[in-house]
């Protein structure tokens, strides 16, 4: 398996566009995680998925941000409209749930957000 | 308030030598601890996880200890090399309501050949 998958890698956009950030996780996982990652706030959790299905959306920081899963294979995070302060590197991970176990979660190599 | 927080943001160690991060946490309702490892440019990817009702996990080269009296977390890394130049994160998995994953601050690791 090529590992989860994210795109773009780097997306720099103006403030007030709509900002679309794509993930792929790892086939045969049934969770999905996004995270941002900045300097001041490190990692946070903004949303996740159990097949499919949002389970905790509370990290969402406000209703500009909007996360869906379709399907197994793929999940959208959405920044409607898009403000400076949510430049950021978002990451997409997945895991498998078992009867034991920490639930190890592989992420993706992220998407650098630039938002001018 | 529940956090999980680190001791130390930056390490310095020099190649060969022991390395040794730790980490505070304050809710006793986690039931595995994790450490995670990024790399510049990459994502976190596990190293070694620990359950709640242990002291000591010991995996390749790494060691994490657990204690639970003091709400303390440590990983020791054996002979740093400089691949293991990094952020080191750890983390606590929380069951109650769900399952989710809460990351500490980071810290990084130098090391000097």
């Known amino acids: 398996d090529a590992g989860v998958i994210q795109s773009p890698r780097h997306e720099v956009t103006e403030m007030g566009q709509e900002v679309t950030l794509r993930c792929k996780p790892i086939?045969?996982?049934?969770?999905l995680f996004w995270y941002r990652q900045t300097m001041m706030r490190g990692l946070e959790l903004l949303i996740y998925?159990?097949?499919?299905?949002?389970?905790?959306d509370s990290g969402m920081p406000e209703d500009r941000f909007s996360a869906k899963m379709p399907n197994a294979s793929f999940s959208t995070l959405k920044i409607q409209p898009s403000e400076p302060r949510d430049s950021a590197v978002y990451f997409c991970?997945?895991?498998?749930?078992?009867?034991?176990?920490?639930?190890?979660?592989?992420f993706g190599p992220g998407t650098r957000l630039t938002v001018l | 308030g529940e956090s999980v927080g680190l001791h130390l943001p930056t390490l310095s160690v020099q190649e060969g030598d022991n390395s040794i991060i730790n980490c505070a946490y304050s809710?006793?309702?986690?039931?595995?601890f994790i450490w995670y490892k990024q790399e510049s440019g990459k994502g976190p990817q596990f190293i070694i996880d620990?359950?709640?009702?242990?002291d000591k996990r010991q995996g390749q080269r790494v060691t994490v200890l657990l204690n639970k009296t003091v709400k303390h977390l440590s990983l020791q890394i054996a002979a740093t090399q400089p691949g293991d130049s990094a952020v080191y994160f750890c983390a606590e998995n929380r069951r109650t309501g769900g399952f989710k994953t809460i990351f500490g601050a980071g810290t990084r690791l130098f090391v000097k050949a």
């Open positions: 809710n006793s309702a986690s039931d595995y």
């Open positions: 086939s045969g996982h049934d969770y």
């Open positions: 998925f159990n097949n499919n299905v949002p389970i905790d």
């Open positions: 620990i359950r709640s009702n242990m």
């Open positions: 991970a997945s895991s498998l749930s078992r009867t034991s176990g920490s639930h190890e979660q592989f």
